[in-house]
């Protein structure tokens, strides 16, 4: 049985990625926090991985529009924890709306204030719905 664990590439993604031996069950992922990270959505489109998603966690600002155009997945989560910075709702829907046409998945809340995600008293909700997509190759390329 195989296991896909997700490959999230070094800073160096650009450099490094065409050269890695590719297989359809390895996904290579950037994080981007704010628009200050936007550069790593470059480097990902370009490292010549199959399976590619951006993970917004922890969502600290608005992202400006972008393509996402060879991206197959997006994911979107607040901050954990005690010192935890805040995250605004409009950032999480521009992001929605901007990945209308891949799988997204929306997995938490910010937990400043006291308020947490799943599990916590604040449901992971976005305009009262649940948005757990998931990109179909995640299941059909073991």
Not at 37 to 60: T, V, Y
Not at 75 to 92: F, H, I, L, N, Y
Request: hydrophobic fraction near 40%; charge should be positive.
């Amino acid at each position: 049985m195989s296991c896909k664990i997700p490959l999230y590439l070094p800073k160096n993604v650009a450099e490094l990625g065409p050269n890695l031996p590719w297989k359809p069950w390895i996904w290579a992922a950037v994080t981007i926090e704010s628009a200050k990270q936007m550069p790593r959505l470059e480097a990902l489109k370009s490292c010549g991985a199959l399976n590619k998603f951006i993970q917004f966690e922890p969502l600290l600002g608005k992202i400006p529009d972008f393509n996402t155009d060879g991206i197959d997945w997006s994911a979107v989560g607040g901050e954990a924890g005690p010192s935890a910075r805040p995250m605004q709702a409009d950032w999480v829907r521009h992001l929605r709306d901007i990945s209308s046409g891949i799988p997204f998945l929306f997995k938490s809340w910010s937990s400043f204030g006291g308020s947490t995600g799943r599990g916590g008293n604040r449901e992971n909700l976005l305009d009262g719905k649940r948005w757990d997509e998931f990109p179909p190759s995640l299941l059909t390329n073991v």
